[in-house]
């Protein structure tokens, strides 16, 4: 069965670093898309950060530039989110995904910036 896993989310102060990581299972991990989108309450998922298959090639949202790093160990089947300079406006659920042939998601770390 597929899934998913993302784990690191908690609680940290305004100027913090976290680091989520996304363990995939059950598919050809470097053979996908995987990105970072977060959703607060009544809002639209937005993506965050991408990188290709390879890892060649990383994209960001605009207002996470500069202050997080998506990478990925394709011999371990994880995608990571570091997370730095944290702002209290990057509370929210962050989910993995992985698109391919396919697209999958997992079920959502909290990530709470508050002092």
């Known amino acids: 069965q597929v899934q998913l896993v993302e784990s690191g989310g908690g609680l940290v102060q305004p100027g913090g670093s976290l680091r989520l990581s996304c363990a995939a299972s059950?598919?050809?991990?470097?053979?996908?898309?995987m990105s970072w989108y977060r959703q607060v309450p009544e809002k639209e998922r937005e993506l965050v950060a991408s990188?290709?298959?390879?890892?060649?090639?990383?994209n960001y949202a605009d207002s996470v530039k500069g202050r997080f790093t998506i990478s990925r160990d394709n011999a371990k089947n994880t995608v990571y989110l570091q997370m730095n300079s944290l702002k209290p406006e990057d509370t929210a659920v962050y989910y993995c995904?992985?698109?391919?042939?396919?697209?999958?998601w997992g079920q959502g770390t909290q990530v709470t910036v508050s002092s």
């Open positions: 990188i290709t298959s390879a890892g060649g090639t990383t």
């Open positions: 995904n992985a698109k391919g042939y396919y697209e999958y």
């Open positions: 059950a598919f050809t991990f470097s053979r996908y898309r």
